[in-house]
């Protein structure tokens, strides 16, 4: 069992920046490919960025890209996500997801862990 707590969540204004992060409990953290997802208001829960294990491969929604940028540190169990100009369009709730295989995380296909949320607030 692998457990996910996100923080750095909080109200910002529009054009400015925030660093979420994910710390998780487990000694096997290196071998987990980690993950962002959020969902909005009204709306189903959306892929925004996933990171491989050992942080060779990114990927991210289109929506994000040039904005978001993922990252891990494996000595500490944890993985970021750096967000810039921000918009009033990404409040949300962003959740951090934990999966053995990275695909499975970007196409978020049965994603085996996931944390309970931060909430992130952007105005305009």
């Known amino acids: 069992q692998v457990q996910l707590v996100e923080s750095g969540g909080g109200l910002v204004q529009a054009g400015g920046s925030l660093r979420l992060a994910c710390a998780a409990s487990?000694?096997?953290?290196?071998?987990?490919?980690m993950g962002w997802f959020r969902q909005a208001p009204g709306k189903e829960r959306e892929f925004v960025a996933a990171?491989?294990?050992?942080?060779?491969?990114?990927y991210y929604a289109d929506s994000v890209k040039g904005q978001f940028t993922i990252s891990r540190d494996n000595a500490k169990n944890t993985v970021y996500l750096q967000m810039n100009s921000l918009k009033a369009e990404d409040t949300a709730v962003y959740y951090c997801a934990a999966h053995p295989d990275e695909r499975t995380v970007q196409r978020n296909s049965g994603v085996l862990y996931w944390g309970k949320g931060t909430l992130v607030t952007v105005s305009s």
């Open positions: 487990t000694r096997s953290f290196s071998t987990y490919a």
């Open positions: 990171i491989s294990w050992s942080g060779g491969r990114l």
